[in-house]
Nanobody, 121 residues
């Protein structure tokens, strides 16, 4: 079993910053991908940023230059999403997504429960 838990959401004024954290735990042998998605009111879930084990990062055009995904070097199964210059359109539930292999050499695909980010004055 693999569990994924996010934290760090909240209410912030436009132009402000937040840092989200995501930790994956359980019978994990190897993590292939850790990523952040979001789903705004009335919108479909979309990819925000992704980080592969090989060090490749990808960002949605709407967040490039404002958001940064990073991995905890001491804890391979922990990632962060630093969000700067937040705007009302960034309001959404942010989800962490992790996939990889368990210690039983089974692939896994795990989602967190989501953390709410609200940008409002």
């Amino acid at each position: 079993q693999v569990q994924t838990v996010e934290s760090g959401g909240g209410l912030v004024q436009p132009g402000g910053s937040l840092r989200l954290s995501c930790a994956a735990s359980g019978s994990i042998l190897r993590v292939s991908l850790m990523a952040w998605y979001r789903q705004g009111p009335g919108k479909q879930r979309e990819l925000v940023a992704a980080d592969t084990t090989g060090g490749t990062t990808n960002y949605a055009d709407s967040v490039k230059g404002r958001f940064t995904i990073s991995r905890d070097n001491a804890k391979n199964q922990v990632i962060y999403l630093q969000m700067n210059s937040l705007q009302p359109e960034d309001t959404a539930v942010y989800y962490c997504h992790v996939n990889g292999w368990t210690t039983r050499w089974e692939s896994f695909d795990s989602w967190g429960q989501g953390t709410q980010v609200t940008v409002s004055s």
